[in-house]
């Protein structure tokens, strides 16, 4: 069951036409972090939103933003809302997110990422778009260009600060806040203030309202987390049978080349599986997330580029089969699994040489996980992974499709931003 608030959204300000499409939606109530922030969010007040992921922060703040903002017009290039997020993956989850219900209150939403045509982003900008929704590396690149001018932005909301800070992107932060309304809007949301992201509230956020549904190492009690010890040997076999497993699984790798190796192995093995890696275009990134999501392929192999941001309904397993070195990766891959209230399981795959160096991770990282010793297609196996064994009938994807286009034409194609299915939050 999914905790939620007593309170109704109704009660807590959104715009009704937005509660009609939450409705519609199945969305009825909200979650804990919606229901703190909302009616101080919706006021005006500056937010310092602090939260797992998984928690229910992409409507905290996407409602507030489109309740203040419902009619308002943007004059061409220059919008009034920002929702600035470290990576492309998560612009596409959160403008999937809020492009229907800004619909709703007569508002357009526009993606702004890397990877992606210049010229539909352009077109969008001499239009006049009301909220962005963007990276930071694009934006910027955008306001040199004077395709961007944010001094009448109202509301700023940075999501995942901290992950932006991690990947060096608080420069280009203080900049585009430095470009926004000196009086405008703060919403900020991070899982922890690390890495100068309390000298961005302390800038930049104005008498902000703190709201906080627990600290980055609180772990949820319905996540379970095991070391599995096993023989070198083992080790490939006891993964392949995980991965045979019914029910949506991530496991976590170290190297984009150990990511296509494994997918490689596992498919050979008959598991139908994704890889998803920094070196991947971004068609096929958005390809390959569609395919997790939709169960096409119930297994995805990944680096830390997915361990944060990457919102999937429905992981029931999370497997390190590289242990993370940071107990902060390994709480962010963690998090992959029992969102919003669901159960989950998170598993490291461990040689009895690394046992006293996986056991120190995971108690550094705040969990109390459970060691096991086990051995290709044993009970204990089974009961913490529901492992099964694999076909051992090769599986191979479905080429993606060719555009209808002439060939000449897929130089100018769009490489991302469609086909994620709708998530809720």
């Known amino acids: 069951m999914h905790a939620r608030s007593p309170l109704s959204f109704d009660a807590l300000g959104v715009a009704p036409s937005i509660i009609a499409a939450l409705k519609a939606d199945g969305i009825v109530e909200p979650f804990p972090i919606q229901a703190a922030t909302l009616p101080d969010a919706i006021a005006g007040r500056d937010i310092l939103g602090r939260g797992r992921t998984g928690s229910g922060k992409t409507l905290a703040f996407g409602l507030a933003l489109l309740t203040r903002l419902a009619g308002w017009k943007a004059e061409p290039g220059r919008p009034l809302g920002l929702v600035l997020v470290p990576t492309r993956e998560l612009a596409m989850q959160v403008s999937d997110t809020l492009s229907p219900l800004a619909e709703r209150v007569q508002l357009r939403t526009r993606l702004i990422a890397g990877g992606m045509p210049y010229a539909q982003q352009l077109r969008a900008l001499e239009r006049g778009v009301p909220i962005l ?47 926004t309304k000196p009086r405008g809007q703060r919403l900020l949301f991070s899982a922890t203030l ?22 980055v190492t609180d772990q949820v009690t319905t996540m379970d987390h095991h070391v599995l010890l096993m023989h070198p040997a083992d080790k490939g076999t006891i993964t392949a049978q995980i991965a045979a497993r019914d029910g949506r699984t991530i496991f976590f790798v170290r190297t984009q080349r150990a990511v296509d190796r494994l997918a490689e192995q ?36 990944a680096t830390d580029v997915a361990a944060r941001g990457i919102h999937v309904d429905d992981v029931s397993l999370v497997v390190h089969v590289d242990a993370p070195t940071d107990p902060k ?29 996986v056991t120190t991770l995971t108690k550094k990282a705040g969990v109390d996980a459970a060691v096991l010793r086990v051995r290709p297609g044993d009970d204990g196996l089974r009961q913490v992974t529901g492992s099964q064994e694999p076909s051992g009938i090769p599986w191979t994807p479905k080429p993606m499709r060719q555009p209808s286009r002439s060939p000449r034409s897929r130089s100018s194609r769009s490489s991302g931003g469609r086909g994620f299915a709708k998530r809720k939050p």
């Open 266 to 301: 596992l498919a050979a093995q008959g598991v139908p599986v994704g890889a998803l890696h920094g070196g991947k275009s971004q068609a096929v990134r958005t390809r390959t997330l569609n395919d997790f999501r939709n169960g096409t392929t119930p297994a995805l192999v």
């Open 194 to 215: 690390d890495n100068g992201v309390d000298a961005l509230v302390r800038k930049y956020l104005r008498n902000p309202v703190e709201h906080s549904t627990g600290p």
């Open 329 to 357: 990766d390994y709480v962010h891959r963690a998090g992959r699994t029992a969102r919003a209230g669901d159960s989950g399981t998170v598993v490291t795959l461990a040689l009895p040489k690394q046992e006293r160096a």
């Open 133 to 179: 929704v963007a990276t930071p590396g694009r934006l910027i690149d955008l306001m040199e260009r004077g395709a961007v001018d944010l001094s009448r932005t109202e509301v700023v909301v940075l999501d995942e600060a901290d992950q932006m800070a991690d990947m060096g992107f608080l420069p280009a932060v203080t900049r585009i806040l430095d470009a």
